[in-house]
């Protein structure tokens, strides 16, 4: 397939290079950032994308664990608002600066500068990408990387950040009038897959004007040149792997190179070896590669689409680091299931959880709740589950009746709550999907997963609760079930969400909100639109 | 050229009708408006589109004279703010209606509800449509027509509107940024002009996806048949011609048919027959025709493309209608000369007046003025003239230090002032471009126009005084002049500026302000963006 591939070039050195880079002592990291819409032509066909300081991706935050993070944020779209997700940072005591629209903050007006502002308490690989609308698919995303200020318990030479997407032509706006149409017109297969914003399109593909193919598809453009890590033999690289595709999940892999996958979402895993890396919209991870190989030549590095019904990733079987294992409490005082199923609402096609399809509001639920503005959201609570017994998760969804709601589930302060992911069948026959669900605020436990229905009296007795892994993103895989487990204890309102774009856009996520009281003031620069 | 004509049909109906629609008794007239993107095909081509209530363009306001519109107006758009404007209303007590982002309010956030509110205090023929980034080129338009409670002075017995647009391709976010780009990428003919919203591409000539021109291009989608008029023999009508075009200047006709104009912006004409009514972007006309040909056949009507360096036009020529003469005050206390040039800023390309290129702020003067925020705009007014003597209007503009400013005018109350608007050379040899300027708030006395430099000495006497047409949009042609004449007297900030979409967003207009201190409290609905 046309699109299925990536390359990126490992290029050998031979020079020896003696870079040492002494971590900066200053902990506050300020940086200035204009968001506005360019002509780029990221796999060398020119669109209409968000760039940051002129780039897509934009600027990769490096900082150290502990660092304030200043984010002074200007809007220079012409009609259109924004807002941007620190993905993986919880955000402890700023939870209005998780940059989430319709949760946490009004979206961020043409013309205005919004500042955020956030410590990055925990080493580990992060992300940050636009929150609103499908804006995140237009470029607008980017990585972070916070080092420690402990030793690991891993050596490298060298650190790089590698991010991954897929990339479509349409606009963004174009999808998602497309994803709301009756009849659904689905957002389809990526034209390209990008490795740090560069991809490469076969311009001899392109349908589009035939009069002039060169102006709008150039592969020699060097914004399309491929990606080219230049190594220097003998040394050990930390690959810092991230994925922010729409849809896809991807393999990442490198000719003739293992990777020793060391670290997920901000976590040190117990180390294993692998060739290709599956990664799910949302994930990180870092692995190791030496460059062993022969340095009198090139070797490519490659990403390409796994099925989106793939067979069984490392992102559950993996377990914690020794001496890093942050045990799990024992026992959890509350469980939700829920239940992932495509629906039709209107004649339009959703997601459902628990046969419900997320609306997301745009009064933000930390200001409803911290303001007790009761009108700007579904007061009834939703479904804390869905019919196990009569339920068949192989037949295809046929309720067309599933409702939408703004609805939120209020978690008590402190306590432990498990999550079960249930997939299902889709609307179409012998066909389930798989999704990774992204948490906000949190980092979970990974207590296990499973094929089939989830037997909830026999499968909490399998749960790994002796070295589970920490993350912030799960899939649940096709007609399977995922567990894990998570504290509520970071005072917020929280978005838990398929991070397919165009899923959470079509209601396939909810809001869990806790320790509302406990929040002082809120900033009234997030509150913007509801000054009225 | 493909692009230059636009049918539509005028069809003979034999079956005399007698439908008779008595005028509504009701004064407040309410409108639920949805703004959303949605496909549709205006001229055969599918295209993300913006529509009112499904429809572009909108629904035709039909009132009556003195009563009051009430338009609640839901933005249903992803993450695209919004604000209309309703162009040729006055706004007298009501300038916060006036539909201007960054002058009169802050924009309608996604999800918001917006209520515009006010009297159509005289009959005439109207328009709406967005004002805010280039959202009016999207589809977001519409007709406003007023009855008259009083005898008008010529007689007829159906009433329609026709509202004229041309249409391009590219998304508004695709033309704005070519145009900010450097180099700059201008925005190129129309592909079709539209008649009431249809047109006609001619699908063969299409250079999009052709592995599926069908889909994209249809000739037989109904959203673009050709509009049909269908006339009673012997019957009088009264089309009301509006142009919104981005960009060119129409003429309008119909096939073996004169039109007699009758009305233009709101005011009675003496009555003049024309074959080819030339008609630009902003300006209404009201002309009668009679079905007065053999009724056994159709007959084309059809709208097509002038030279932008068009001749000049019965715009300026036209006199008020005798026994509706509104007589000019003899004198103004202040003159404006506005030279309109273009130049470069930093490389990017600009339209200048008086060498300063309008920079639209984000806090909307209106609230900017009420509330004393001084730091919102530029307090340094821009300059009241130009260099006169020196400026040569027909060497090739070379001043590439115009400065961008917010400044505005501010005007005394009640005061009678007049406007010269100047015409130049471009930045290209022997060119110069016919811009129509409209003015926002105001009506005003057209008093003459001219070839070459405007002589403030000499060419005030030809200034007519007697029966000057009052209109609220007018055209300065290539290397000429226009003069008018306003009163002062409407307490508000009021936007003039070039009416063709891409000239405004590079900078082609300016602000007046008057009376600000007689406004009472600003509705706190158009401060959202300025409560932080």
Chains 1, 2 share one sequence.
Not at 1 to 21: G, K, P, T, W, Y
Not at 497 to 516: L, N, R, W
Request: include cysteine; charged fraction near 15%.
């Amino acid at each position: 397939m046309a699109v299925a591939e990536n390359l990126f070039i490992l290029c050998f050195l031979i020079i020896i290079s003696c870079v040492n880079i002494p971590l900066a002592e200053a902990k506050i990291r300020r940086y200035k950032w204009e968001v506005k819409y360019e002509y780029k032509s990221p796999d060398c066909v020119k669109k209409l994308v968000i760039t940051i300081n002129g780039r897509t991706p934009g600027p990769t935050i490096v900082a150290e664990q502990n660092d304030t993070i200043i984010v002074e944020l200007k809007n220079r779209l012409l009609t259109e608002n924004v807002a941007i997700h620190w993905h993986g940072i919880r955000q402890i005591g700023t939870p209005w600066f998780d940059g989430t629209e319709g949760v946490t903050q009004c979206p961020i007006l043409p013309g205005e500068t919004f500042t955020y502002e956030f410590v990055v308490d925990r080493p580990g690989t992060y992300l940050y990408h636009a929150h609103y609308g499908m804006q995140r698919e237009a470029g607008l995303y980017g990585s972070i990387r916070v080092s420690s200020k402990e030793p690991e318990p891993f050596a490298y030479d060298y650190d790089k950040s590698i991010i991954l997407n897929d990339w479509y032509h349409k606009s963004t706006y174009e999808q998602a009038a497309g994803l709301s149409s009756v009849p659904f017109q689905w957002v389809g297969e990526p034209q390209s897959l990008l490795l740090n914003g560069k991809g490469r399109f076969n311009c001899s593909l392109l349908t589009t004007p035939s009069t002039n193919v060169a102006s709008v598809c150039n592969a020699t453009n060097p914004e399309c040149s491929p990606y080219t890590l230049i190594v220097i033999p003998g040394k050990t690289y930390r690959l810092r792997i991230s994925s922010l595709t729409a849809l896809s999940a991807l393999s990442f892999q490198i000719e003739s190179h293992n990777m020793t996958v060391v670290e997920a979402d901000g976590h040190y895993v117990e180390p294993f070896v692998v060739q290709n890396l599956f990664i799910y919209s949302g994930e990180t991870y870092s692995v190791l590669i030496k460059a062993d190989q022969d340095p009198s030549r090139n070797y490519w590095a490659t990403t390409n689409v796994v099925s989106r019904n793939a067979t069984t990733p490392p992102g559950q079987a993996i377990k914690a680091r020794k001496g890093f294992i942050v045990p799990p409490p024992p026992t959890a005082e509350r469980m939700i299931v829920f239940l992932n199923t495509q629906n039709t609402v209107n004649g339009q096609y959703r997601w459902s959880v628990n046969n419900v399809s997320f609306n997301l509001p745009h009064t933000p639920y930390l200001i409803a709740l911290k303001d007790n503005l009761l009108h700007a959201f579904d007061q009834t609570p939703p479904p804390n589950g869905y019919d196990f017994k009569n339920y068949n998760i192989y037949n295809v969804a046929t309720n067309t009746n599933v409702t939408t709601s703004s609805g939120i589930y209020r978690l008590q302060f402190n306590s432990t709550v498990d999550i079960i992911l249930q997939n299902a069948n889709t609307m179409t026959v012998n066909n389930s999907e798989t999704h990774p669900w992204h948490l906000h605020g949190h980092d979970f436990w990974v207590l296990g997963y499973g094929e089939g229905k989830f037997d909830i009296y026999n499968d909490p007795k399998k749960f790994n609760l002796v070295n589970p892994i920490m993350k912030n993103t799960v899939p649940v895989h096709k007609y399977g079930w995922t567990a894990f487990r998570f504290q509520a204890d970071n005072p917020g309102a929280w978005a838990f969400h398929c991070h397919i774009e165009s899923h959470f856009y079509m209601g396939m996520g909810v809001v869990f909100a806790e320790g509302i009281e406990k929040l002082g003031a809120l900033p009234s620069a997030i509150k913007g639109c509801v000054h009225r």
